[in-house]
């Protein structure tokens, strides 16, 4: 099966690269720079540049052993993901299927030139945690049930898509918030391929999304008061209590 990927460039991206290229084969791997929304507030707040840092660190001991060297080979970067000449390029190419993650937003150009055939990873339980930060807020607001990724379809709605499958996170005792949020990401990942051969093959259908107990956040929601609730709820670890009271929660929709 041809498949074209378009990601970005951090660890966790080349890992869905190299993961996308053992399953498929992939004929184009593109990149679009992206600008940093957070940047500005990691300047302001020493509380809030240390939790990327500790991101950093925990995605480079989850993924670094497990890329290849050549795991960024063949990612070519484009300066506008959306461009007529992209899309053209991508079709000509012959591919069956577009795999995304963490890319910008794409144009109505990619539906109308692959539709049903653009497949996206969403991290964040969808419908029900949708925008920005979508691993953050289940633990910001103790509703670890709630934390999770999926796979969908792409439409002219973000995250909006018929969902193909949900990835709860799987705690254990002792996670910290980045041990947890970044095994999540991994066996998101790692499940991806599987998905995307059922689907293509009429073995799963895609699920339509109920937006009506959707929490949406922005960026600017993200502040150190919301990072301190957070880091609080997870403290030094994990308890075995906080994952028996998300298995056996009702009070959220997030219960699937």
Partial sequence: MRAAVLTSTSLRHLFFLQTMADAFDVVLALHQPKVNYYEQVKQESLAIRGHFARIAQAEDEEFSGRLRSSAEQGLNTVADINADAVVSEVRSAGVDVILLFGTAILSQAWLQAFPGRIINLHLGLSPFYRGAATLFWPIANEELECLGATIHLAIDRVDAGGILRRIKAEPRIGDSYYSLT????????????????DYLSGAIQPAPQETGNARAYRMRDFDEDALARALAYIGSGLTLEQIMTAERSKKCVCSL
């Avoid at 970044?182 to 051969?197: A, D, F, G």
């Fill in 182 to 197: 970044t095994r999540l990401i991994r066996r998101s990942i790692e499940i991806m391929p599987q998905t995307v051969r």
